[in-house]
């Protein structure tokens, strides 16, 4: 186990020194003058153009400037706007709304996927599994916005069940309609999950002997079958929650939540460079380490699974 | 199964299997009727007497249609609009309304069929071109081009979807740039397939090693086929079943993928008509006139959802267990 993380660690250290020079280089250098359209019709002062190719070593190569921000990164200084307000501070701000969202995200999918799926595992072919099918089949086919515009409009605006945006505080009731239209594509893909998982292990030979030890219905679906059907909707939860901390651009947008999705649209938009690339470093490690977080979970719930 | 053709061809594998091995010397017809169906032609099969595949198969067909040839189905104009009619409700005249520049809705969504569909197809192409070369190689070569092309696919998988091609649009088609039409589409192309063909190498890649040491092929490389001949004749057929299935689901996604990032306004622009511009457009009127969005949103989850169901239907005929 421990030289099998030693090795995944290491395989990290390729991926993200090219993920973030890949970014780097596409957000500094692809564009041509950094200093275009920046300070408006005017143009850029000299001493501010003079200062800021000090400051981000924008002279000399690209390979340079990309490993200035390295050092300085390692260092925990992630740079500052264009305007001097810390990046860290952007990030610090921002990053805990999208952890709110992305948990309740991640907790209605689990309750409604995992729910539908041991149902209709459970009973295959009537019409509870026929309609869970047709819907998983519409949730993954519609897009993220088009769900959350059709509900926002009939929730937070026909019949005004819940406010349309969230605001600032981020209460838990109003996270609930965003948090189930960013976890709707995953809450379909989970009860398909678990429905096969759940369908195939009930045919297993562990489930007919606990049958016919007489043990009750209950205990053989809660205790026997569950624990091994949910392994593969585990780890698929846990590289969900990977991509739902990558930020929720489209979902953070359409109901107002400043989370780091918004901001790093935003600061695309109005070409912020250092923010750009200060954002989606945090966001790609999450990642990653998410991932690797989800392999080392799968052997640890399936002792079958051992990496040597 | 109105087909007799249909209904005995798919009684005769029980018949006739036994048989197989029987007498050669038959004429012509028996010796048809022997030619073993592959994989695919076993799904073919499966495939037609599923209704849900005509389902699909025929809107995909219409959504085809009507990117190649919008003028058969409507004769309003998509692009210029006349003021007088800004946000007139839907009526007999114009079924789908006017939008708030008074151009015909129904007009705008036939013709923005042409845009996703032009750009999920050839985006899927890309993908599929890409990463099963890279898989193939990788999977067939193995040892350390394996091991490289697997961490530059491993660069790109790193990269959230969303977060990855809003980059690399705003880089190449930020607000200044001013770039004709089949150049934004051509960029859109080309960011999508930049950053999903790691799924396809992975798909491919592992189908080859699983295939590679299988005996037909030991055999085929004993009686001294060259590589060329190995990967065409033997591994490319034997590995394609998975790639086909994710390049039908593919599309659907793609479609829907082009919508978000011309939503998000970073994606195709205003002189091109599509799905996503007009679901963009209608967002800040949604109070005022929600039919701006509802039917270009219809039009686009009816697309998606084709395509969709096509490779689940499509994924159950090439799985011999669900047989």
């Known amino acids: ?308 | 199964m109105s087909d007799p053709s249909a209904a005995s061809l798919v009684s005769t594998p029980r018949i006739e299997a036994p048989t197989e091995s029987g007498s050669p010397t038959n004429p012509e017809s028996a010796q048809k009727q022997q030619q073993p169906r592959g994989l695919l032609g076993d799904a073919w099969l499966d495939l037609r007497r599923k209704p849900l595949f005509w389902i699909s198969a025929s809107f995909i067909v219409l959504f085809v249609v009507m990117a190649a040839f919008p003028s058969l189905f409507t004769s309003g104009d998509a692009v210029n609009g006349e003021l007088s009619h800004s946000l007139v409700k839907p009526s007999s005249e114009a079924w789908f309304g006017y939008d708030q520049q008074g151009r015909d809705v129904f007009a705008r969504t036939i013709y923005g069929a042409r845009a996703s569909i032009v750009v999920a197809l050839l985006s899927t192409i890309g993908t599929l071109l890409i990463g099963g070369a890279m898989g193939m190689i990788a999977g067939y070569r193995g040892g350390w081009v394996d091991a490289l092309l697997s961490r530059i696919a491993d660069i790109f998988f790193g990269l959230p979807f969303v977060l990855g091609s809003i980059v690399i649009l705003t880089t190449f088609n930020g607000s200044g740039a001013d770039n004709s039409e089949w150049t934004i589409m051509a960029l859109v192309i080309m960011s999508l397939t930049v950053l999903s063909w790691p799924v396809v190498m992975r798909l491919m890649r592992s189908s080859v090693l699983a295939t590679k040491e299988a005996d037909y092929i030991v055999a085929a490389r004993a009686l001294g086929a060259g590589t060329g001949r190995i990967i065409f004749k033997h591994l490319l057929p034997n590995c394609l079943a998975p790639l086909l299935v994710y390049g039908t689901i593919m599309v659907g996604s793609f479609i829907g993928a082009e919508a978000t990032l011309s939503f998000l306004g970073i994606g195709l622009k205003t002189p091109v008509v599509s799905w996503g511009i007009m679901i963009s457009e209608a967002q800040n009127l949604i109070r005022v006139s929600p039919y701006l969005l509802f039917f270009p949103a219809a039009f686009l989850v009816a697309a998606v959802l084709s395509f969709v169901m096509l490779g689940e239907t499509v994924r159950e005929a090439l799985d011999p267990k669900l047989r």
């Open chain 1, 1 to 308: 186990m421990g030289r099998y993380l030693l090795r995944r660690l290491l395989q990290l250290v390729p991926v993200f020194i090219g993920t973030t020079f890949l970014i780097y280089w596409l957000v500094w250098s692809v564009p041509g003058d950094p200093f275009a359209g920046k300070c408006g019709d005017r143009g850029c002062p000299d001493n501010y153009r003079a200062m800021m190719t000090e400051k981000y070593h924008l002279d000399q190569s690209i390979w340079v400037q990309y490993a200035s921000y390295m050092k300085n990164l390692f260092q925990g200084d992630f740079g500052s706007t264009f305007s001097g307000r810390p990046i860290s501070d952007i990030i610090a701000t921002s990053y805990p709304n999208t952890l709110k969202l992305a948990v309740v995200a991640l907790a209605i999918e689990a309750v409604i996927g995992l729910g539908a799926g041991v149902l209709t595992g459970l009973r295959r072919n009537g019409f509870l599994d026929n309609l869970v099918l047709v819907s998983t089949l519409f949730l993954i086919a519609l897009p993220v916005f088009v769900i959350g515009f059709v509900l926002q409009w009939f929730f937070g605006v026909k019949w005004g069940i819940v406010t349309p945006t969230v605001s600032s505080e981020m209460r838990f009731t109003e996270l609930i309609l965003p948090g189930f239209v960013l976890g709707s594509a995953s809450m379909a893909y989970i009860a398909r999950v678990a429905r096969t998982s759940i369908a195939e292990n009930r045919r297993a030979d562990y489930v007919r002997t606990a049958i016919a030890k007489g043990l009750p219905m209950r205990r053989v679906v809660g205790v026997h079958l569950l624990r091994n059907s949910l392994i593969p909707v585990v780890t698929l939860l846990g590289t969900d929650l990977g991509a739902l901390m990558g930020g929720a651009i489209v979902t953070e947008g359409i109901f107002g939540i400043n989370g780091i999705g918004r901001q790093v649209l935003r600061s695309i938009v109005t070409k912020e460079s250092a923010t750009v690339v200060g954002i989606v470093v945090v966001l790609v490690v999450v990642y990653l380490l998410m991932n690797l977080l989800v392999d080392l979970l799968y052997a640890a719930l399936d002792p079958r699974i051992r990496y040597e």
